[in-house]
T-cell receptor
Framework: GPKVLQIPSHQIIDMGQMVTLNCDPV?????FYWYKQILGQQMEFLVN????????KSKLFKDQFSVERPDGSYFTLKIQPTALEDSAVYFC????????????FGAGTRLSVL | GDSVTQTEGQVALSEEDFLTIHCNYS??????LFWYVQYPGEGPQLLFR?????EKGSSRGFEATYDKGTTSFHLRKASVQESDSAVYYC?????????????FGQGTSLSVVP
């Protein structure tokens, strides 16, 4: 089936540094999402993105977070600066439309902030 | 706010055993309910969904029935196989919802031994 690719699979950085998580969504999809999963907890919605804009975001999407998809390339999540509590697995997802359409998830990027 | 509770964190079964994973939700109106499955090294993928009271979703021998009276969507399979070993997530999408923001349960790790 359709695949969402996330690069890298694991990233280790020092607290205070900037990190960019990359997502290659399914090619004809128009809606993009990030979810965060802290170890042992459920996946939680961060943000969704369409037509170059953030459409909806949760309280977890702090001011240090930003998303973009320049020129149809990777859909990225940037955290600047990082904090210890940002350590988690970040899942990217995409869908053709919103509402009733199926979300396709990547395998996640494990972010470890030291 | 909306929430999903999965009672079992881990389930260990033998092949051909009967599986039940309990899922209860809290949300207003008629949310859409989902079961996702995540195999090792992959992202969560949709197993099936249901949108109306008493609707049954099913796929690959798994099934669940939307029960608004008990706010439940329990996952069942009559005879599990080793290949069913994975993490199973129950999720809901609030209604009405403009965008595909999913609320996930904590996940249930299923281990099936031959």
């Amino acid at each position: 089936g359709p695949k969402v690719l996330q690069i890298p699979s694991h990233q280790i950085i020092d607290m205070g540094q900037m990190v960019t998580l990359n997502c290659d969504p399914v090619s004809n999809h128009l809606y993009f999402y990030w979810y965060k999963q802290i170890l042992g907890q459920q996946m939680e919605f961060l943000v969704n993105f369409y037509n170059g804009k953030v459409m909806e975001k949760s309280k977890l999407f702090k001011d240090q977070f930003s998303v973009e998809r320049p020129d149809g390339s990777y859909f990225t999540l940037k955290i600047q600066p990082t904090a210890l509590e940002d350590s988690a697995v970040y899942f990217c997802a995409s869908s053709t439309t919103h509402s009733q359409n199926t979300l396709y998830f990547g395998a996640g990027t494990r972010l470890s902030v030291l | 706010g909306d929430s999903v509770t999965q009672t079992e964190g881990q389930v260990a079964l033998s092949e051909e055993d009967f599986l039940t994973i309990h899922c209860n939700y809290s949300a207003s109106g008629y949310p859409t309910l989902f079961w996702y499955v995540q195999y090792p090294g992959e992202g969560p993928q949709l197993l099936f969904r249901a949108s109306r009271d008493k609707e049954k979703g099913s796929s690959r021998g798994f099934e669940a029935t939307y029960d608004k009276g008990t706010t439940s969507f329990h996952l069942r399979k009559a005879s599990v196989q080793e290949s069913d070993s994975a993490v199973y997530y129950c999720a809901l999408r609030p209604f009405p919802s403009s965008f595909s923001k999913l609320v996930f349960g904590q996940g249930t790790s299923l281990s099936v031994v031959p």
